[in-house]
């Protein structure tokens, strides 16, 4: 049989049913197009010759496979990289045992070695950026609820809360108890996949009036008896602290503060004043370097006036700079009054400067100070001797600053801000801005 037809099978072939028929030399099997055609004369001009049944099942396989991915019809050779690497391990093998091998190798990494301390610091910026948005999706406020904690809140949530206070830390249980008691509110953020477990917390004070100590709100007990809602008029912002470090740099306490007005607003609607009693990191770090490089220059005085530096150094019995420098390090100064009188008014126009003028790449450099302003609040009052604990008097010489919510304007403020890198403050902080700059020459 010379040719075979389109459902024509070999006898031999039907003991291996499982098996696909192999065409023998010379046998067309016509399929597709060839095989549908209406006669033999047909399928003759079509299917005639060696080549054309080939070409006719490349055409139908052509529109009916995907053509392969160019990696698998690729050739199979090792790269050049893989024939470099097996030619050096020949190499090597080739050396003797010991010194000749460890001399190579030793070469290899003084020579040819990654430097791996630029490697991460290179890839830090990138992994910083990287992580920070990955956190900020994860962290988004979808995510999160806000919950309020108080004295019959699980123990362990207070205890977190309690290890958690980063600014004004908690003495005791009896301390723990008034800061979620009457008049306090204490609300946390926690995250869908965790619930009750708290990431940022948020302290607020509800007051008469614009609190000016902090003394006054973490250690004076308020009465036990039921809030009078006429005393509530003002909810001051004393204390926002990340329980996960890792998750700084991701916008939580913007956001939680926003919501917390909104509970705020629904609980009192009397509640017209919202602000922060905050403290001043880095103030006195800042001042201890203006009075060093003073020092340096004999009879250099750009920070008091002539009647302020005559009167500390009949306090002190030295120079001004000099001995404030030794005094604001160990804290000392705050044991005399006369000299805490005397230096009220420089150090509160020099801490003006320092929120308002005082600047990284056009922002405040107080990082308190830039995260209250990118909020839209306002720069409000400073507050002498606010917080006199010694970590208030090491951090701020006892200062602290008031920022003001005006929930209409926040919004406009925090955009100039962003913007054009204004600081929206109040007349007192612009009157002592001003007193420093005709007083001082920095």
């Not at 630029?118 to 830090?124: K, L, N, P, T, W």
């Not at 919501?259 to 880095?282: N, T």
Request: aromatic share 8%; net charge positive.
């Amino acid at each position: 049989m010379s040719r075979l037809g389109p459902f024509l099978v070999a006898p031999r072939l039907l003991r291996r049913p499982w098996a696909l028929p192999r065409r023998p030399s010379g046998v067309s099997i016509v399929t597709g197009p060839c095989a549908g055609l209406a006669g033999p004369g047909a399928a003759a001009s079509l299917c005639s010759g060696p080549a054309a049944p080939s070409l006719a099942m490349e055409e139908l396989l052509s529109r009916s496979v995907p053509p392969l991915p160019p990696y698998e019809t690729r050739e199979k050779a090792p790269p050049p990289a893989e024939l470099r690497s097996a030619e050096f391990m020949r190499s090597y093998r080739a050396l003797e045992a010991g010194p000749p091998r460890a001399e190579l190798l030793t070469r290899l990494a003084q020579d040819f070695g990654v430097d791996h301390g630029r490697v991460a610091e290179f890839s830090a910026k990138e992994m910083n950026g990287v992580l920070r948005s990955m956190l900020s999706e994860w962290f988004s406020t979808g995510f999160l609820s806000l919950e309020r904690v108080t004295w019959q809140s699980p123990c362990e949530v207070l205890q977190k809360i309690s290890d958690s206070e980063a600014v004004h830390p908690v003495r005791n249980w009896i301390d723990m108890k008034r800061r979620v008691g009457s008049y306090r509110r204490c609300y946390f953020f926690a995250h869908c996949a965790i619930p009750g477990e708290p990431l940022i917390v948020l302290h607020v004070a509800l007051t008469k009036e614009i609190s000016s100590s902090i003394q006054a709100i973490v250690k004076e007990v308020p009465p036990l008896e039921k809030e009078d809602m006429n005393k509530i008029t003002t909810a001051i912002f004393y204390s926002i602290s990340l329980t996960q470090q890792g998750l700084q740099g991701v916008e939580l306490g913007t956001h939680l503060i926003k919501r917390v007005v909104k509970e705020l607003q629904g609980e009192f609607p009397q509640i017209k004043v919202f602000s922060s009693l905050s403290p001043i990191p880095g103030f006195t770090k800042w001042l201890i370097g203006l009075l060093t490089s003073q020092t340096k220059e004999q009879g250099r005085n750009e920070l008091f006036t002539d009647a302020e530096c005559q009167e500390i150094s009949e306090i002190t019995g030295d120079p001004a700079a000099e001995k404030l420098k030794r005094l604001l390090t160990n804290n000392e100064w705050v044991r005399s009054e006369r000299l805490v009188e005397a230096l009220h008014s420089p150090f509160m126009r020099l801490c003006a400067w320092y929120l308002y003028g005082e600047k990284h790449r056009g922002y405040a450099l107080n990082p308190v100070a830039n995260f209250h302003l990118q909020n839209g609040a306002v720069l409000w009052r400073i507050n002498w001797m606010a917080d006199t604990s010694p970590r208030g008097i090491t951090a701020s010489c006892g200062m602290m600053v008031n920022y003001r919510y005006f929930l209409e304007d926040t919004a406009s403020n925090s955009a100039g801000y962003l913007g054009t890198k204004h600081i929206k403050a109040s007349e007192q902080i612009l009157s002592l801005v001003s007193q420093f700059q005709q007083n001082s020459k920095l």
